[in-house]
């Protein structure tokens, strides 16, 4: 069935900063559908979390997310009021439900406009990824899925590193079982790899921006950079 006919459901996040009171509101449309890069996965609202807490940090920056599927991440980065981040949205290239729905998120929020979605298959070097300009910052939330794909994730990931030395890749994952391993990948690709502990960003709860979607899943959030 084609995506547009699905059924689709509406999504709101509001990202709260308790000392300051200053709000985000991020609205996703999600397609009522198994295909895994058509609704938020837990993984999404903790890092769309991280980037609302460190929100100092990016101002006028050029940011890139791989496997943006519904795309909260980057939507919040481009929400934040007075950063003027310049955002892309990415998915793999053959998966055009997938990049039709980065494209719907950036409607539902008023961004077609600003927002740049492109086709960026992990491990592939098409004339998208070798043409992009300087990038500032790397996002992925929950691409970290299928270990058969880990190696081109981190090889793609590695690559704009080298191309833009001090771009950092935020990104978090569901740990789905405990002998998955990314530590030999990064070593190999000659990357550096911090755990960011949950509740330095008040990622530790069931509820994160109005939504109980991380809940009891075992989330963790990374930040890799180039040895
Ligand atoms: C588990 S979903 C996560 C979606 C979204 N980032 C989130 O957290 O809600 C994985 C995403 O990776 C995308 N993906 C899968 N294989 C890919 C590939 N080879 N290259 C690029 N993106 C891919 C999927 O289309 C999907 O959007």
Not at 106 to 112: D, S
């Amino acid at each position: 069935m084609d995506a547009a006919v699905k059924k689709k459901v509406h999504r709101n996040f509001t990202f709260i900063d308790a000392v300051t009171k200053d709000t985000v509101t991020v609205r996703i449309p999600e397609v009522v559908d198994p295909s895994y890069g058509m609704y938020v996965w837990p993984a999404a609202p903790v890092l769309a979390q991280y980037i609302w807490y460190h929100r100092d940090q990016i101002q006028g920056k050029r940011i890139l997310e791989l496997g943006a599927g519904t795309s909260l991440p980057g939507i919040v980065a481009a929400k934040i009021p007075n950063r003027n981040n310049r955002v892309i949205l990415s998915d793999a290239a053959h998966l055009t439900d997938c990049l039709n729905n980065c494209l719907q998120s950036c409607k539902a929020n008023a961004l077609e406009d600003k927002i740049k979605v492109i086709g960026l298959t992990w491990g592939q070097f098409d004339p998208e990824i070798v043409k992009l300009e300087s990038i500032d910052l790397v996002l992925g939330s929950d691409c970290f899925y299928d270990p058969k794909d880990f190696e081109d994730i981190l090889v793609t990931v590695a690559y704009l590193l080298e191309r833009n030395p001090r771009c950092e890749f935020w990104t978090t994952y569901q740990d789905r079982s405990s002998d998955r391993t990314l530590e030999h990948l990064l070593t190999k690709w000659n990357l550096l790899c911090r755990r960011i502990p949950l509740w330095t960003f008040e990622a530790d709860k069931d509820n994160i921006a109005d939504s109980t979607l991380p809940g009891s899943h075992d989330i963790e959030m990374l930040v890799i950079e180039r040895k």
